[in-house]
């Protein structure tokens, strides 16, 4: 149900008419594209819709002219959406709205195309300086009755626009459609999610062929062909491509890689690892496309997932769990052994740090549950809970029982204070500077206050 609106969509200029031209940037160019996505949206979306130009055409005012007047009949249900590119070096969006027409719809539009990311300028009125009874552009002057609008997505010859309209052109005509939606009263489904009977549907993105597209959906791409009456392989940026309903949508264990995604941000999405990705996916690159599928690791029980802190290093981690740091190497794909605050490690079975002895501590003065438990690498809720404590309340000489994992008898942790150096701990462990860096992989005798630092395991009996 469309409540009987109709909709033009114009790829302003075409052809021999470039428009606004910045470097080796054409305004058709962004236009074309724009309009051939806003068409097949449309399309989609089950609103009668037509387009002035699908190619790189020149076309007359005439001839643009019949199709804005001429395909639906001439009233205000009739929307022409001619899409432009702005330039004399301001920067953002402006709609610009016939005089015979309130500024709902090109508010609602500006709005829309501002929450996609791009600088609201204006909605405006623009006058014929010799009638000012009439509207500035033909398109609005020469179409009475319907309801035209202009629209410009940003400025061709503003740097911060240029990069705007080569990422997120698209993005802006999504709201757009978005918009247009919402005032003519239809439902709105996001791209791909049509509801024809029988059929998916697909929006060809960046980078996309009819292999990659098969592949996707388990398909081939002579049934993609077939079914979408497809003359050749070439494809456009924002075709809608219908998917037959034997073709495998994504399923829930797949993600479609959206704008401004990375391997890192899916990873911790998933609670899984990049080199996981990498691997399971079989991807000769970091670098991810719009649109691309991923299938994402179904986590194992078996395996604990540990986040590295800041400085976290293999060896201190595989002590951690009583692992080789072959092991963690091997099961994380690493091909070095740097590491990244933030990534996640995958621990091989059977690891899990278990809470099975304890050491007694005397409270000094100054002590709080925060810092005796940041001095043995455990939480003020583990020694509240192992000592049944009822408060964070300590006295002077209390003596407290400090939950240790077996790997701290082995290598105890030491958090670095105000005043340490490489030298001051060695000495209070009675082992040597060289020990220390060796063991915690270190390449210089310089520390940073809350650096946790390995003892050695014949030394870490933490006597008090």
């Known amino acids: ?55 790189d055409e020149s076309l007359t005012r005439a001839e643009r002219l019949r199709t804005m007047t001429n395909t639906f009949g001439n009233d205000s249900k009739v929307l022409i959406l001619s899409n432009h590119i702005n330039s004399g070096g301001g920067e953002g969006a402006e709609i610009i709205y016939p005089l015979r027409t309130s500024s ?76 247009v939606a919402n005032y003519i009263g239809i439902t709105y489904t996001k791209p791909g999610q049509g509801t024809s009977p029988g059929t998916n549907t697909y929006i060809v993105q960046r980078g996309d062929t009819l292999y990659k597209i098969a592949n996707q959906f388990k398909t081939t791409v002579a049934e993609l062909k077939r079914i979408n009456n497809l003359g050749s392989d070439l494809l456009q940026i924002g075709q809608i491509l219908k998917i037959t309903n034997n073709a495998e949508l994504p399923s829930q264990d797949e993600y479609i890689v959206k704008a401004g995604d990375t391997l890192y ?32 690791p179904k986590s194992s029980s078996s395996n604990v997932i540990y986040t590295v802190k800041k400085g976290d290093t293999l060896y201190k981690i595989a002590n951690m769990y009583g692992v080789t740091v072959d092991e963690l190497k091997k099961i994380n794909n690493l091909t070095s052994d740097n590491l990244s605050i933030g ?37 003020p809720e583990a020694i509240k809970e192992y000592n049944k404590l009822t408060s964070n309340l300590l006295t002077i000489n209390q003596v407290l029982q ?27 462990y009675g082992v040597t500077v060289k020990e220390l860096m060796n063991l915690n992989n270190l390449n210089s005798t310089l520390l940073t206050i809350g650096d946790s630092i390995l003892i050695p395991k014949q030394v870490s009996d933490f006597t008090n």
Not at 26 to 38: I, S, T
């Open 104 to 179: 709902t719809l090109p508010a609602m539009i500006l709005d829309a195309i501002g929450e996609k990311g791009q600088i609201k300028r204006k909605y405006y009125q623009r006058v014929l300086p010799e009638d000012p009874s009439k509207d500035y552009y033909y398109i609005m002057r020469e179409t009475p009755n319907t309801t035209s609008l202009l629209i410009e997505y940003g400025f061709i010859d503003n740097p911060k626009d240029q990069k705007k309209l080569q990422n997120n052109l698209l993005d802006y005509v999504e709201g757009v459609v978005e918009a």
């Open 402 to 428: 400090i939950p240790i994992e077996k790997r701290v008898m082995e290598n105890s942790i030491y958090t670095v204070k105000k005043g340490d150096t490489l030298y001051k701990i060695a000495n209070n």
């Open 265 to 296: 941000k899916i990873a911790n999405q998933f609670n899984t690892t990049v080199n996981r990705l990498i691997d399971y996916n079989n991807l000769s690159t970091t670098i991810l496309q719009i649109g691309q599928i991923l299938k994402i």
């Open 1 to 55: 149900m469309n409540n009987g609106y109709r909709i033009v969509v114009d790829a302003g200029h075409g052809g021999s008419d470039p428009g606004a031209i910045s470097g080796n940037l054409k305004e058709k160019d962004f236009n074309l594209k724009a309009a051939n996505y806003m068409y097949n949206r449309f399309k989609e979306l089950g609103v009668p819709v037509a387009i002035t130009r699908d190619t």
């Open 343 to 379: 990534q996640k490690l995958f621990i091989p079975e059977g690891n899990t740090v278990e809470e099975t002895e304890y050491i007694v501590y005397k409270v000094e003065p100054g002590d709080t549950l925060y810092s005796i438990a940041k001095k043995y690498n455990t939480s």
